[in-house]
């Protein structure tokens, strides 16, 4: 599972909020983040572009509780 734990802490540290992410996403592409749902390669590179990393800055892959990918 990718979680976006990371995003958050970003954020936090590049002294903007999530609210700042209405900027560049939709509220439902937000939200999705908060979700840790799917989102598409051209968020990421929004993310990336706004917040000045790189994609592992962001995101984490967890592996899932029963092993399954």
């Known amino acids: 599972m990718i ?3 990371r995003l958050w802490d970003r954020l936090n540290r590049s002294g903007k909020k999530q609210k700042d992410l209405k900027e560049i996403l939709s509220p ?3 939200n ?3 979700k840790n ?3 598409t390669t051209d968020t ?3 993310l990336c572009v706004f917040l000045e ?3 592992e800055d962001i995101l984490e ?3 899932d509780q029963e ?3």
Request: charged content about 20%.
């Open 67 to 69: 092993g399954n990918s």
């Open 37 to 39: 749902e799917i989102v």
């Open 44 to 46: 990421l590179n929004k």
């Open 32 to 34: 999705k983040l908060r």
């Open 28 to 30: 439902a592409t937000i």
């Open 3 to 5: 979680t976006f734990y």
């Open 61 to 63: 892959f967890e592996p």
């Open 53 to 55: 990393c790189q994609p």
